[in-house]
């Protein structure tokens, strides 16, 4: 926990922000001073729903000498743009995913923050929660062996149901990859350390998309980005996963995201949440799934990674959902199209660590029900 109060400025009062309200809520030393947006309106929403104390223009947000952190809720393709403004203001920043929509912005942002002495930290940070600590305990303890394999599925989200505005969901920067993607990438190298190399394909469904939802603010969305990504990712520590990202798989009976070891196979929820069931099978004939008891209390909310950045910055704890991190899965899902266009397999190049986690004791079951402790070393356990 933080031994002072930080004061956050939140750019962007859309569909997500509410989500991070409530989590940011859970913390005492977090407080949201200001809220902007380029559509007034919005932010005197926001102001409205969540009594924030200031609200107005992107650059008045900046121009508050009090606020320490900058969170960075527009879209992927501003996400450059809006995170340098608020480094070059010299706030901390974090931001929603993707840090940015090419690997050149998210250099350029990396190199920002480092010549600043500023954090950067960058969405997803579900796998800080329930999921991720319990499979990374079970990883750490050797329970699933060598992992060999694995593979994970994004399926369509059906956002033209739900969405109100879906637009920037099928543009450059986002897509089935670049919007979520992210978080099964995270959650693998969370898991299973750096990806060395990515060979993928990709291909094209409708060029249109047509919105259903009731609230909605557009009746047809156009499509800039391929909505059927097939990859395969060799990380460094040996293991090739198998990942499908689509928005043209509707009905479907796939899994989300499994590793295959020599001991056992895990099975992952959907990383898009906090919350979820880790299950184990073992390699005899007729093994079953068995869920794991949670490492952590399953729930969790946005804002965790803000309360990550925070923790890095005000005790000096590792940063997870950090800067680095990000930079490097934004890379692996790029190097996905890369390989289809160019026809050959793609040598990643961002340097990246496994995540370092604190010890939370001996805190997950394995599948026979042995304790096994969630160590602090960012080493593969086998
Ligand atoms: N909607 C979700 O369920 C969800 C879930 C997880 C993550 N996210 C991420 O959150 C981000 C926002 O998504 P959303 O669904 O809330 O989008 P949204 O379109 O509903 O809201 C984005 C808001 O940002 C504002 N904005 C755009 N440019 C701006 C700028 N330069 N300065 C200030 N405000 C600006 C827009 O006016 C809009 O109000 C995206 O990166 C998305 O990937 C969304």
């Known amino acids: 926990m933080s031994s002072r109060d930080y004061t956050l400025g939140v750019m962007g009062c859309g569909t ?25 309106e919005r932010a005197q929403a926001a102001q409205d729903s969540y009594g924030i104390p200031h609200i107005g223009t992107p650059a008045q947000l900046l121009a508050d000498d009090e606020i320490d952190v900058v969170v960075n809720l527009t879209w992927p393709k501003v996400h450059h743009d809006v995170s340098m403004a608020a480094l070059r203001a010299g706030k901390h920043v974090y931001s929603e995913k993707v840090i940015g929509i090419t690997l050149t912005q998210a250099r350029e942002l990396q190199a920002e923050a480092a010549s600043r002495d500023l954090l950067l930290g960058s969405a997803p940070d579900t ?15 050797g329970a699933l062996g060598t992992i060999i394999g ?5 399926t369509h989200n059906r956002v033209e149901h739900g969405h109100p505005d879906p637009t920037f969901l099928f543009e450059r920067g986002a897509g089935p990859a670049l919007d979520r993607g992210p978080y099964y990438v995270t959650a693998l190298v969370n898991l299973l350390g750096p990806v060395a190399e990515v060979s993928g394909m990709t291909a094209w469904g409708p060029r249109t998309r047509i919105m259903t ?22 990380f460094h520590a040996g293991a090739v996963v198998t990942v499908v990202f689509s928005s043209d798989i509707w009905a479907n009976e796939l899994p989300e995201l499994e590793l295959y070891g020599t001991k ?34 399953l729930g969790g909310l946005r804002g965790q990674g803000v309360a990550d950045l925070v923790a890095a910055l005000g005790g000096g704890a590792p940063q997870r959902a950090s800067a680095e991190l990000a930079t490097h899965v934004l890379e692996v899902l790029l190097a996905i199209e890369a390989s289809s266009d160019q026809h050959q397999t793609i040598t990643i190049e961002t340097p990246c660590e496994r995540p370092i986690w604190p010890a939370l004791g001996d805190v997950v079951l394995d599948m026979t029900g042995t304790p096994v402790p969630l160590r602090a070393s960012p080493e593969l356990g086998q």
């Open 264 to 297: 056992a196979t895990m099975s992952l929820p959907n990383p898009n949440f906090f919350d979820g069931d880790v299950r184990l099978a073992g390699l005899d004939r007729d093994a079953n799934f068995v869920t794991v008891p949670p490492a952590v209390p």
């Open 16 to 40: 997500i922000f509410p989500a991070y309200m409530k989590g940011l809520a859970r913390f005492d030393h977090l407080n949201v001073k200001w809220a902007a947006d380029i559509v007034p």
């Open 150 to 154: 694995g593979t994970a599925f994004v």
């Open 127 to 141: 796998f800080l929660g329930g999921w991720g600590a319990t499979s990374r305990g079970l990883v750490d303890a």
């Open 213 to 234: 939802n009731p609230a909605r603010r557009v009746d047809v969305v156009p499509v800039e980005v391929p909505t059927h990504w097939t990859g395969q990712l060799r």
